[in-house]
C-alpha cells in the first residue's frame, strides 16, 4: 500500500480562523480550537477540530472507520464519500492526523460518540509500518522487542497508562509530603563517595579524579534535616546491579524523604503510611482513566499497617514451611512472598511492615535497637509479597558516627562533609526511600520491573 501524500486534504477543508487586521485594526475571529478525543461527549453535534495518530484503519464495503488516537483516548471517525475513502485507504497506521468533523452520539462506538463528515488532513506521515503492532487490545511482541522499539511501542494505550500511574504517584507524593510540612529539594548526582559502604557503584572521571553516581540522596537529605527539617527529593539514582532480574535496573527514580525530632523509627513508619496514602490518592485523582485502561484494583491502605519483627517473621516461616531461617541476615525473595501472603490472609492487607533488621544488614549510619544491639531501628515496607521501601531512624550523635564507622574498620575522612552537620547538632531523624519503578510494577502486576520503566537501564541495555 503506498504512503500517503502529506499536507493535502480530504473532504471538505477545515476552516481556518485567527485574529486578523482589518483595514490596519486589530479584528477578533473566532478559532476553532482542538478538542480531546477524551471530551468528545461534551459537543456531541458540534462541529470540532481532532489531531492525533491513525490508530487503525477497518475497511467495509461502503464505509471506512479511522480511529484516531491523541493523549486522552480514541475517537472512531467514519468516512463515507468513496473518493475520500479511496484517499485515506493510503494513510499508514501512526499517520498523524488533522480531522475536523461533527460529533454523533453512538452507543456502539468506543465512548459513545463518533465523528461524521469528516475533512481529514495527513500532517506527518510515516516513512514505514511501524514496528509494534499498536492496534492490539495488549501488545503481544516480547519484552526486548517491545524495550528495542520503546519510541512507538510507549505510544500504546496500555503502556502509556503505566506511566500515568507513575505520574499520578509522583504528583500524590509531592502533595501528601507537601500537606506533611516538608519541603522539595534537589541533590547533587556526581559524589566523592559511595553513599552505602559496600554496594555497587558507577564510578566515573570527575576531572581527573575519580567520582561516583549517586546511590541515593541519603547524606544530602540527613544534612537538610538540619536546615529545614522535612525534606524530600524525587530524582535518579544508580546502583551497579549485577544482577539481571525481574526486579533490578540500574537506574531507577528514588523517592526520598527525611524528617527531624522523631521518636524513633515509629515516627517515619506514619509519615510514610500518609505518603503511600496520598500516593493512591493521586492516582485517584490524575490517572483515573489510566486505572480503568488497566483495569487495576487499587488497594486499601489500612489505618495501622501490620507489623512484624524480623526475628518472629523468620520463626513463622520456619515454623510453616520447615524451613532454617534463624539467623540469616536477610530475607529472600521467596520469604518477602510468603509473608505478604501471611499478611493478606491474617489481617486482610495487602501492606506489612518487617521491623528490626540486623545491623550486619544495614548502612553504617543506621541507629541500632537500645533494647536489642544487634538489630536495627529500621524498617521495610512489604506491598504484594515484595519489598517496597527501606527505611529507618539514622544516628545523629557525631561520637556515634565515628564509632560505627570505626566498627567496621572505615576511616571517618571519606564522609567528612556529611559529619560536619552532626559535629554541630542534629536533632534524632530518620527516612525512608521509595522505588518509583518497583511500586508501578506490583501496583499493575508487571511481570518485570522493565514495563514500567520508561527506557530502562540494566546489565545488558543502554539504549534507546
Not at 506521515?125 to 495488549?138: A, S
Not at 516538608?182 to 563517595?193: G, H, L, N, R, Y
Request: proline share 8%.
Amino acid at each position: 500500500m503506498p504512503a500517503a501524500k502529506c499536507g493535502g486534504t480530504t473532504g471538505t477543508p477545515p476552516v481556518r480562523t485567527t485574529r486578523a487586521l482589518m483595514k490596519g485594526k486589530p479584528m477578533e475571529v473566532a478559532v476553532m480550537e482542538r478538542v480531546r478525543t477524551s471530551d468528545l461527549a461534551a459537543h456531541v453535534d458540534e462541529r470540532v477540530l481532532l489531531r492525533g495518530w491513525l490508530h487503525k484503519q477497518r475497511r467495509l464495503a461502503r464505509v471506512s472507520f479511522l480511529v484516531v488516537r491523541d493523549a486522552s483516548g480514541i475517537a472512531q471517525v467514519v468516512v463515507i464519500d468513496p473518493a475520500q475513502r479511496e484517499e485515506v485507504a493510503s494513510f499508514l497506521p501512526e499517520t498523524v492526523l488533522e480531522v475536523e468533523g461533527t460529533v454523533v452520539a453512538n452507543e456502539k462506538s468506543p465512548g459513545g460518540i463518533e465523528v461524521h463528515s469528516p475533512s481529514v488532513r495527513p500532517i506527518s506521515c510515516p516513512t514505514e509500518p511501524p514496528p509494534i503492532q499498536l492496534q492490539r487490545p495488549v501488545l503481544l511482541e516480547q519484552l526486548p522487542t517491545i524495550l528495542d522499539s520503546a519510541p512507538i511501542a510507549l505510544r500504546h494505550p496500555r503502556q502509556r497508562a503505566m506511566f500515568q500511574i507513575a505520574a499520578g504517584s509522583l504528583f500524590g507524593f509531592r502533595s501528601a509530603l507537601e500537606g506533611m510540612g516538608f519541603i522539595e529539594i534537589q541533590t547533587p548526582k556526581i559524589v566523592a563517595s559511595a553513599t552505602e559502604s559496600g554496594a555497587n557503584v558507577f564510578r566515573i572521571n570527575y576531572f581527573g579524579r575519580p567520582a561516583f553516581l549517586a546511590q541515593s540522596p541519603q547524606f544530602y537529605k540527613q544534612i537538610m534535616v538540619g536546615v529545614f527539617e522535612r525534606v524530600f527529593e524525587v530524582g535518579p539514582v544508580f546502583r551497579a546491579e549485577p544482577h539481571d532480574t525481574t526486579r533490578h535496573i540500574a537506574e531507577y527514580v528514588s523517592l526520598d524523604a527525611e524528617l527531624g525530632f522523631i521518636e524513633d523509627h515509629r515516627t517515619v513508619m506514619a509519615a510514610l503510611r500518609d505518603a503511600v496514602v496520598g500516593m493512591l490518592g493521586g492516582i485517584r485523582k490524575r490517572a483515573a482513566a489510566a486505572v480503568e485502561v488497566l483495569d487495576l484494583s487499587l488497594p486499601e491502605v489500612p489505618s495501622e499497617i501490620p507489623v512484624v519483627h524480623f526475628s518472629d517473621a523468620q520463626l513463622m516461616i520456619e515454623d510453616a514451611t520447615g524451613e532454617k531461617v534463624a539467623g540469616e541476615p536477610d530475607l529472600t525473595p521467596a520469604h518477602e512472598r510468603w509473608l505478604g501472603d501471611w499478611a493478606a490472609a491474617d489481617h486482610g492487607s495487602q501492606f506489612l511492615f518487617v521491623v528490626g533488621y540486623p545491623m550486619v544488614k544495614r548502612p553504617f549510619y543506621t541507629c541500632p535497637d537500645p533494647d536489642r544491639p544487634g538489630f536495627s531501628n529500621s524498617f521495610d515496607l512489604l506491598f504484594r509479597g515484595v519489598e517496597l521501601v527501606t527505611g529507618g531512624q539514622r544516628l545523629h550523635r557525631y561520637e556515634d558516627y565515628l564509632a560505627a564507622l570505626a566498627a567496621r574498620g572505615e576511616s571517618s575522612d571519606p564522609y567528612e562533609s556529611y559529619l560536619q552537620a552532626s559535629r554541630h547538632g542534629m536533632p534524632p531523624h530518620g527516612g525512608f526511600a521509595i522505588g518509583l519503578e518497583r511500586w508501578v510494577a506490583q501496583l499493575t502486576g508487571a511481570s518485570n520491573i522493565r514495563e514500567a520503566t520508561l527506557f530502562p537501564r540494566d546489565l545488558n541495555r543502554l539504549t534507546p
